[in-house]
């Protein structure tokens, strides 16, 4: 004979920070196709931007908004432009204020941006050029690298004692592509 029960085990409540997503969706999309044709090489400018908005913090819930700009051509002339804003709706629970941050503006993207990548890789593709193959995006790296930015700032900003205002949540744009106004929380 055993020592087993007939009872189901009970599912067990999470210990640590959840996060779900509850929606994702195309907030914003402009393609722009002037029809110029180019016989050198373009170059292809791209820039990403994160924002956490939130939209219901006592049940947790933020909406992240990743944005996409690509333009391919030359200095004078486009080949085509995108504009992409890919927005998903995220809940989270049990996380401290730093952990939500990291969440928010690393886990979030990274779910979203295989999604956004295909869009823009279609569009071209829809616009009569060869897709456009997004490499994947460290956002780990990013935030690391505008968390230091906004730790520089801050210490070249103080004066008098005074501690400069903290921003809750860094702007994680592309340095090297002019970047946005992101991180508000």
């Known amino acids: 004979m055993s020592d087993t029960s007939d009872a189901a085990p009970q599912p067990q409540q999470p210990t640590g920070p959840s996060l779900r997503v509850l929606n994702q969706y195309i907030k914003d ?30 049940e947790g819930v933020y909406e992240v908004v990743l944005k996409m700009n690509a333009r391919a051509g030359t200095q004078d002339t486009a080949l085509f432009l995108i504009e992409l804003q890919y927005a998903g709706l995220f809940q989270l629970r049990g996380a401290s204020q730093a952990d939500m941050e990291a969440m928010l503006l690393i886990e979030c993207p990274r779910m979203l941006f295989p999604f956004a990548r295909r869009i823009v890789a279609d569009l071209t593709q829809e616009g009569g050029f060869p897709a456009l193959r997004i490499d994947p995006v460290d956002f780990t790296a990013l935030y690391r690298q505008q968390r230091q930015q906004g730790t520089a700032a801050q210490a070249a900003g103080q004066t008098g004692g005074e501690a400069a205002p903290q921003q809750p949540m860094p702007d994680t744009s592309t340095p090297e592509n002019g970047g946005g106004t992101g991180g508000q929380v």
């Open 29 to 58: 999309l402009s393609f722009e196709n002037p029809g110029a044709r180019v016989n050198e090489q373009p170059n292809v400018d791209l820039g990403i931007d994160v924002q956490a908005i939130p939209q219901n913090q006592s």
